[in-house]
């Protein structure tokens, strides 16, 4: 399905800026833009454009209270620095599945105050030596990258999950020793 489309079939008869969120996986872009896509969606806080055909986000709308950009499974392999100026309260950016190879195509990334989560799996930069305290160096603001911590604690599912931390978890125990943690 096109994108403009299916943006049109996500409104249902809403105007853009009572959009929250708006998944558009698996739409066909033409020529890597997200057609339909405008800063008219101003309120949008979750934006979903995996396996779209991405091969950047300069054709992003200003989308100033943006909080969740899910971009995996697409071709960017670079550009980030427009979204500090397009998204600049982004706190979840997922970047896995692309073509970022090196640490200087996600170091514009730190212009983005609020960053608290980069997903980078699958991606051939995670296969730098060092990569994830490199990432953690160059990216101070974040406090999980693909999924996990500093100290390799796992991320919450929601932000909810987060008070239940203290709790005793029987389950969670006897998964660890099971894959061998």
């Known amino acids: ?46 934006l979903s ?11 992003l709308p200003k989308l100033k209270k943006l909080k969740k950009l899910e971009l995996s499974d697409n071709r960017i392999s670079g550009g980030l620095e427009v979204l500090a100026e397009k998204c600049p309260n982004l706190t979840h950016l997922n970047l896995s599945g692309n073509k970022i190879k090196d640490l200087s195509t996600i170091g514009p990334l730190k212009e983005l105050g609020a960053l608290k989560s980069l997903d980078l799996f699958n991606c051939e930069v ?10 953690f160096k160059l990216l101070p ?3 999980y990258l693909d999924g996990y911590d500093k ?7 929601s932000d909810g999950e987060v008070y239940a931390e203290g709790l005793d978890d029987d389950e969670d ?3 660890g020793e099971q894959n061998g943690e």
């Open 141 to 143: 603001q974040l406090t």
């Open 126 to 135: 995670t296969n730098l030596n060092e990569y994830r305290d490199n990432v």
């Open 151 to 157: 100290d390799d604690k796992e991320a919450p599912d």
């Open 173 to 175: 125990d006897e998964e």
């Open 49 to 59: 454009t995996i396996n779209v055909g991405l091969t950047t986000v300069a054709h």
């Open 1 to 46: 399905m096109e994108m403009k489309k299916r943006i049109h079939l996500e409104l249902r008869n809403r105007t853009p800026s009572d959009v929250k969120e708006l998944v558009l996986d698996n739409c066909r872009s033409n020529e890597g833009k997200i057609e339909g896509l405008t800063d008219e969606f101003e309120e949008l806080e979750f």
